[in-house]
């Protein structure tokens, strides 16, 4: 069981190399996006394209089990989406995303995102090529869900607190939230954003030209 666990995971990170590779060549900025159902990922996705969509190529790849809704949903805010539906799969995995990327026609210096399917366990698991992880989280989740999965903030890069405004409706405290993600991440950065106020956003596009500036 263990052993066919490894096997399929050296697989899998073989092709994440090999798209790695193809997004360093391209200088395309790669980012998974990560979260538990109902976290904002698509809200987040929707205003970033409709600020940053004049001044910056954006394509996005969309992960769920089923529909197309939110691929749908991406390409009204003005960006060119895949949806890549998974079927009883919990997951992206590397193979999907060199499909996909073969469909989109990404030029170089553009932002590709890749929201991957709703689950804070599988998504962790599997490298897909990206350059950074982005874990989602919202207010109206508990602010014990860093101990609680672990493996996903111990490899992400950014974590990203949606729903803030909300915060004073909810029993959600953001410091302990932070302490316990530090506890198992200490390089782990934050951001606070409000989608439906727009508070915090500006910081989440200057992160973005930020990584931008180093491909």
């Known amino acids: 069981m263990v052993k066919l666990n490894l096997d399929i995971l050296s697989e899998n990170n073989r092709l994440a190399e090999r798209n790695r590779g193809w997004f360093e060549a391209k200088h395309v900025l790669a980012l998974n996006m990560v979260s538990s159902p109902g976290s904002g990922k698509t809200s987040i996705l929707e205003s970033t394209i409709r ?3 004049e001044t910056q190529k954006l394509f996005v790849i969309e992960g769920d089990q089923q529909t197309t809704r939110d691929a749908d949903r991406i390409e009204k805010s003005g960006a060119p989406a895949i ?6 799969g919990c997951h992206l995995d590397g193979n999907m995303i ?9 030029p170089e210096h553009a932002i590709l995102f890749i929201e991957n399917v709703g689950n804070l366990v599988c998504p962790a698991m599997f490298d897909l090529g990206e350059q950074k992880r982005v874990v989602v989280i919202s207010v109206t989740e508990g602010d014990d869900k860093p101990l609680k999965y672990p493996y996903m903030f111990e ?12 915060l004073p409706y909810v029993d959600f405290k953001v410091e302990t939230a932070m302490k316990y993600a530090r506890q198992i991440n200490p390089n ?4 606070m954003v409000s989608v439906k106020t727009g508070e915090g956003m500006d910081e989440w596009y200057e992160w973005l030209k930020k990584q931008l500036q180093v491909l």
């Open 51 to 53: 600020s940053m969509v």
């Open 83 to 88: 949806q890549i539906n998974t079927g009883s």
């Open 98 to 106: 060199h499909l996909a990327l073969k469909k989109l026609e990404i």
């Open 155 to 166: 490899t992400s890069h950014l974590c990203i607190i949606n729903k803030t405004d909300l």
């Open 188 to 191: 782990l950065e934050f951001i």
